[in-house]
């Protein structure tokens, strides 16, 4: 029997090794951007076409390369960051594998123009699959230009699995913001299709967020710093407020270096505590910088995980500079009793010669059960609580409102079929009750129903869009005064992807200029006590929650969002008529017996159960 172990060429070697470090167009984005990040660059350049399916193009004025370096950077596991392993606790650069550049190549079209600022001719080559095309000089800026032709253009099946172009555009400008947010200090612009998405002049840190996600938020941060022999921790976190229902504006950097952390997430979350609901997550832009020989950031090719070796330590620090954030800035309530309104300011001193003391006169023989009868003693207390002579006498009248119940209640049973489950007056009307102004009681033949007023109302809207969805049907209430939005450029991006379905649903609704749309209407089926401004960006962050919560298909997503959104709340009051509508309406519903949530919405008890608990 021959050898059945073989070493795999270079090519498939670098296309498996692909499939970890370069996932989506946005992966090979990253990588580039922090390429030029490590070159030094001051100002970088991204240009994007198809969603970077058909290019990808990072210009930068960084150190660039030389002769050989232009060749070498493409072989795998060849990098200039590090020397010997002793090198990976001492990282401060973006990349260190000498992974990126060779995986890139090996799946796709790759043109790469350099030059160093002391040459006087650059390095031109081309790279198709890890086949090196061409190698020429050529004129050319100092620093470094590439291209990245026909992503996955050799392994279809990659590319296929690839999601249409707006998600894969969000993907992209997710981790385009990610750098940008770690290196206010560099120029950026971002441009797809030749539009210009991103135009981001160097800055402070502040004004890198505004300019990222528009101007409302330079009033929704609060500084913070803290300096400790362990980490120094600086950065904004968001007024709670202004607090969404994604968990999208949370950022850690550790040595500028984005990462994704649960656990620190969690001291973040922990210091808001009595602040914000359980389903709201505020903004936070926090940096962490750390000796690198106390942690180890070779855990994953995407270089987002890192272990520490003090975890503990650090997230105290970072749940405790979060809350003494919040209490400096007021943003905690607090309790001073030496503000003006404070209780001693409430009192007005004076002399103690014009102190009096209070003048008190009594009988010490008076016996208020002398000569009296017994008799006499029940009706003394009658008298002295008349409140409670009163009640004792409502207790008949209550007996008698039961005895009547109950007697109407044989009555129209007596009247009703034996398929007939609902119970009827005598005019022929049901009738319903409220339960702290949450729950409908419906008396039935064999007992009653209990409804979730809200969970009803949610699947009846929920099925109702559905159809208006497929039929793109949905009827539009007009607005006195259209209203503005303004939205960071992900969400608008994400908005012009469901804009038909979004119109379908009857929300109407166009394009303002950058980033920003005009809702001229809403679904006309809808009574809210909130704007249209602000109706609409709680469907679009409910759409977000929902897609990363559940995966939810896009309309299904769409209606069940806006259907919680619209939905009557517990705690309103609703009318005989009312009730009944909403119950009529729900039993028309094809899963009237399930919440959204996955929830009963219909609880029936019968006269068997009920007798049983009064019998214990």
């Not at 790759?110 to 050529?138: A, F, N, W, Y």
């Not at 656990?263 to 922990?270: C, D, E, M, R, S």
């Not at 939205?487 to 119109?503: A, G, M, Q």
């Not at 005009?518 to 602000?534: K, L, Q």
Request: glycine residues 6%.
């Amino acid at each position: 029997m021959s050898d059945i172990i073989q070493l795999l060429p270079d090519s498939v070697a670098n296309q498996i090794a692909a499939g970890e470090v370069v996932q989506r167009p946005a992966s090979a984005v990253k990588e580039l951007i922090e390429n030029s990040i490590d070159a030094g660059a001051e100002k970088i350049q991204l240009i994007i076409k198809d969603a970077g399916k058909s290019l990808i193009q990072i210009i930068d004025d960084g150190c660039g390369m030389s002769i050989t370096d232009a060749r070498m950077c493409f072989e795998r596991h060849a990098t200039s960051k590090i020397r010997k392993a002793e090198d990976l606790f001492a990282i401060r650069t973006m990349g260190f594998r000498g992974e990126a550049m060779a995986s890139i190549a090996a799946i796709a079209q790759v043109e790469l123009k350099t030059r160093r600022h002391e040459d006087e001719l650059g390095t031109h080559v081309c790279i198709e699959g890890s086949e090196v095309i061409k190698q020429e000089p050529v004129l050319c800026p100092a620093g470094t230009s590439i291209s990245i032709k026909n992503l996955f253009y050799n392994t279809p099946a990659r590319r296929n699995f690839l999601k249409a172009n707006p998600v894969e555009l969000r993907h992209i400008i997710d981790e385009f913001q990610r750098v940008a947010l770690a290196h206010p200090g560099v120029h950026f612009t971002f441009h797809h299709e030749g539009n210009e998405i991103f135009h981001l002049p160097k800055a402070s840190l502040k004004q890198r967020i505004v300019h990222l996600f528009g101007s409302s938020y330079n009033q929704k941060l609060v500084p913070m710093e803290e300096d400790t022999s362990i980490i120094r921790l600086k950065g904004y976190i968001g007024k709670p407020e202004f607090a969404k229902k994604t968990r999208g504006e949370q950022f850690f950097f550790v040595n500028q270096r984005y990462i994704k952390d649960p656990y620190l997430n969690h001291a973040v979350l922990t210091a808001y505590e009595e602040l914000l609901p359980d389903d709201s997550y505020p903004l936070y832009v926090l940096y962490i910088d750390i000796d690198p020989s106390k942690i180890d950031i070779n855990v994953h090719p995407t270089k987002t995980e890192i272990k520490y070796q003090d975890e503990k330590a650090i997230y105290a620090i970072i749940r405790s500079s979060v809350k003494r954030s919040l209490g400096q800035y007021n943003i905690t309530p607090t309790l001073d009793f030496n503000q003006e309104t404070g209780f001693s300011n409430m009192i007005t001193p004076k002399a103690q010669g014009d102190i009096v003391p209070p003048q008190i006169s009594f009988n010490p023989d008076f016996n208020p059960f002398e000569g009296e009868k017994k008799s006499d003693r029940s009706s003394s207390y009658a008298q002295s609580f008349g409140e409670q002579r009163d009640v004792t006498k409502n207790w008949g009248s209550l007996y008698e409102i039961v005895d009547t119940v109950r007697q109407e209640q044989h009555q129209t049973e007596l009247a009703i079929s034996g398929g007939e489950e609902d119970i009827l007056n005598k005019k022929g009307e049901r009738h319903f009750f409220q339960l702290h102004k949450r729950f409908i009681i419906s008396p039935i033949k064999t007992g009653f129903m209990l409804i979730d007023q809200q969970a009803a109302h949610e699947r009846i809207l929920y099925e109702r869009f559905l159809m208006q969805l497929e039929k793109h049907q949905g009827a539009s209430q007009q607005s006195l005064f259209p209203q503005t939005v303004n939205l960071n450029t992900s969400d608008f991006e994400l908005v012009k992807e469901l804009l038909p379905d979004i119109r379908a649903l009857g929300f109407q609704v166009r394009e303002f200029g950058k980033n920003t749309l005009i809702v001229e209407g809403i679904p006309a089926d809808i009574s809210s006590n909130v704007s249209e401004v602000e109706m609409f960006e709680h469907l679009i962050e409910g759409f977000k929650n929902n897609f990363a919560l559940l995966k939810l298909d896009k309309r299904d997503n769409l209606a069940r969002t806006l259907a919680r959104n619209a939905a009557l709340r517990a705690g309103v009051q609703l009318s005989q008529d009312e009730m009944n509508n909403l119950i009529d309406q729900l039993f028309a519903c094809g899963a009237p017996n399930v919440s959204l949530q996955g929830k009963p919405v219909i609880i029936k008890y019968s006269m068997e159960e009920l007798l049983q608990k009064f019998e214990k």
